[in-house]
């Protein structure tokens, strides 16, 4: 059974202040989603990482994929408050049109 | 930038009773989807749909849950006999097969049962 793990589930962090969220996975997959979620809101895409060593980068965000490792990061640099929101790590089996199976998500709260 | 639209988007509904979601997928997408998140937890995979049959399914997605593409837009999931425990929020989703896109998510529809 494919388990997928986040850490930290909460976070509360100071505005420009920099953190990291791990996402572990018990396969071998090779792709990987993060997505963000506001409250009472739908999921939205942020970041597709589909090899070994990908990084992606949008605005304060930056995620990267260690397949070896079964390990993804999402790093937050200088926080503001607009990033406030939970983000999930999905992960996929490895087939077009399978399950995305998702962590329980990291509940962040950026506060000045 | 093309959407995936749920409807209705809250139901409110007896226990027991039988409740239909419906979901329009984006129009060149093949795959399709649906999960729920119950509040506050995670989202839990129910059920994929390809070429008219289901691909995939969860062992939430028992016999009281069924799908059907009942036309060349919409996508529903029906619940037959609803319990206190299904209520969660429903997410469609929809996919074009291509690796390098995600799956894309719908508003969602929140399902309370009484």
């Known amino acids: 059974e494919l388990k997928v793990e986040q850490n930290p589930l909460f976070l509360s962090m100071q505005e420009g202040k920099n953190y990291t969220i791990y996402c572990n996975y018990s396969?071998?997959?090779?792709?990987l989603y993060w997505y963000r979620q506001d409250p009472g809101k739908s999921l939205e895409s942020l970041f597709v990482l589909l090899s070994n060593g990908a990084v992606k980068q949008e605005g304060r965000l930056m995620a990267s994929l260690d397949t070896k490792a079964r390990l993804s990061t999402l790093h937050i640099t200088a926080a503001v408050h607009d990033l406030s929101a939970t983000y999930f790590c999905?992960?996929?089996?490895?087939?077009?049109?399978?399950?995305?199976?998702f962590g329980k998500g990291t509940t962040l709260s950026v506060s000045s | 930038e093309p959407e995936v639209t749920q409807t209705p988007s809250h139901q409110v509904t007896q226990m027991g009773q039988e409740v239909i979601l419906r979901c329009v997928p984006i129009?060149?997408?093949?795959?399709f989807y649906w999960y729920r998140q119950i509040l506050g937890q995670k989202v839990e995979f129910l059920v994929s749909f390809y070429n008219n049959e289901i691909s995939e399914k969860s062992e939430i997605f028992d016999d009281q849950f069924s799908v059907e593409r009942p036309d060349g837009s919409n996508f529903t999931l029906k619940i037959r006999s609803t319990k206190l425990e299904d209520s969660a929020m429903y997410f469609c989703a929809s996919s074009d097969g291509d690796y390098n896109q995600p799956q894309h998510f719908g508003d969602g529809t929140r399902l309370s049962i009484l």
């Open positions: 999905a992960v996929d089996t490895n087939q077009a049109g399978t399950a995305l199976i």
């Open positions: 129009s060149n997408h093949l795959y």
């Open positions: 396969t071998t997959s090779d792709r």
